[in-house]
């Protein structure tokens, strides 16, 4: 399994990601800036969090506009996974990889804490290594991960098993629509959650919960 | 030539921004403001082609970048 990052202007968890899969894959991944077209032969390709372009005009609407964004839609039709964390996530869905939208959090203010994720749908590439329903502890960190999408998108979301994630136990921290806090696209090889997962991967970190979605990742 | 997009929220979509706006009028004493919503206005210089492509070239602008439809309404008028 081959894994690379993307990295635009304005990311600053590119590293935790880097070192997330190079700890769980063996291996470390390509890194690839913006304005290269070119993304080498891999088998999952990642876009991390911060703040691209400073957030400008939409949180995630510049980068998503970007010329390598245009070969990680050609590689996600031809099957190649896709995850976008914070950032990469609000990214994925300005460009359209995956439905919705994030919003300023409904309170406001930036949340930077551990919430408890549900995982929602089990059986697939990036969550099989949890159980349908675990309760698993996260950390976020975001200013704009308010999910929202408009009635009948979300009929369509609920109703294929695209919602991957829901904060439970009433941890929402921004005002989700459906506590949802990460989605699929339909054919679900594309992922976009706002959690950081890259951050709970070993004792050091005070838990491993995001290791299983790694582990699951990188050994398909 | 000169176009000016107005970018708003959809109705129905949730403006905290806003809400936290119509708070602070409340609180210096505006009281009759209702419901307040933000948005966006862009100017720009489009240089010199006609009315009706230049309408058409801001549209596209609007649809690829400067709103995003799943959550924004947006209105352009045109200007000599």
Redesign the interface.
Known sequence: MKAAVVVFPGLNRDRDMIAALTKIGGEAPAVVWHKDAEIPKVDLIVIPGGFSYGDY??VG?IAA?SPVMQTIRERAAQGVKVMGVCNGFQILS?SGLVP??L??????RFVCREVKLSVENADTDFTRGYAQGQIIRCPVAHHDG?Y???AE?LRAVEGNGQVAFRYAEGTNPN?SINDIAGVFNASRNVLGLMPHPENLIEAAHGGTDGRALFATLLAA | MKARVTVTLKAG??D??GQ?IQGSLKGLGFSGVGAVRQGKVFDLEIGDVDASQAEANVRAMCE???A?T??ENYTIEITP
């Open positions: 005009l939409r609407a506009r300005e919705g939208v919003m300023r959090n409904a309170s406001l308010n929202f999408a408009d998108t005002g | 979509v949730l905290p921004q936290a690829k970048l400067l995003n799943v959550i």
